[in-house]
């Protein structure tokens, strides 16, 4: 079935440092990628999303490029802050849209911590 | 982006006792929106998806009749969580599908904690 592999945290950077954190996906047809990012004691928000091979969603900062060859949506900052210290979810919708019956499957979220 | 509203954000109550929680679409009417549950430092696990004018469809092993939804108009789903008991005690999310942007809207979540 469809699934998201996402790196397993904490992962503890220092202000300014590059962030990776990989995310790999097993779907059939042609899934749309996301990324959220949940704040402590928030739901979550919607950072950036990609809907085809090859397309770049980026937000503050944030990129991922999704690789339909090596089936990865790997999120890069290049310059993180204290305030991204959050828990980032890889996520796929398993058709080609979200429609009212799409379900997103979650990876397991990868806690970030940033020291200043 | 659109507005996903949860209420409350958190609730305590005693064992036994049955809690509502509200998810409201502000600025977009949703026919379908998602419940899910999370636990301590783990990722969501999707309990039921709640459609507009129809019965919820639950997802394996979520009781029913222990966790009601209910869709009663296009802006605006429920849970209640009836006889609480500390085992129920979770953080609770909904999301809304806004179909025109492809997107699902997350609320900011319900913290629960039955004592």
């Known amino acids: 079935g469809n699934s998201v592999t996402q790196m397993e945290g904490p992962v503890t950077l220092s202000e300014e440092a590059f962030l990776t954190i990989n995310c790999t996906y097993t779907a059939t047809g042609y899934p749309s990628l996301f990324w959220y990012v949940q704040y402590p004691g928030e739901g979550l928000q919607l950072l950036l999303k990609a809907t085809k091979a090859d397309d770049k969603g980026s937000n503050k900062g944030f990129e991922a490029t999704y690789r339909k060859e090596t089936t990865s949506f790997h999120l890069e900052k290049g310059s993180v802050q204290v305030s991204d210290s959050a828990v980032y979810f890889c996520?796929?919708?398993?058709?080609?849209?979200?429609?009212?019956?799409?379900?997103?499957?979650f990876g397991k979220g990868t806690r970030l911590h940033i020291l200043p | 982006g659109a507005v996903v509203s949860q209420h409350p954000s958190w609730v305590i109550c005693k064992s036994g006792t049955s809690v509502k929680i509200e998810c409201r679409s502000l600025d977009f009417q949703a026919t379908t929106m998602f419940w899910y549950r999370q636990f301590p430092k783990q990722s969501l696990m999707l309990m039921a998806t709640s459609n507009e004018g129809s019965k919820a469809t639950y997802e394996q092993g979520v009781e029913k009749d222990k966790f009601l939804i209910n869709h009663a108009s296009l802006t605006l789903s429920t849970l209640t969580v009836t006889s609480a008991h500390p085992e129920d005690s979770s953080f609770y999310i909904c999301?809304?599908?806004?179909?025109?942007?492809?997107?699902?809207?997350f609320g900011a979540g319900t913290r629960l904690s039955v004592l």
């Open positions: 996520a796929l919708s398993d058709r080609w849209t979200v429609n009212r019956d799409d379900k997103i499957i």
């Open positions: 999301s809304a599908v806004q179909v025109q942007e492809n997107i699902q809207y």
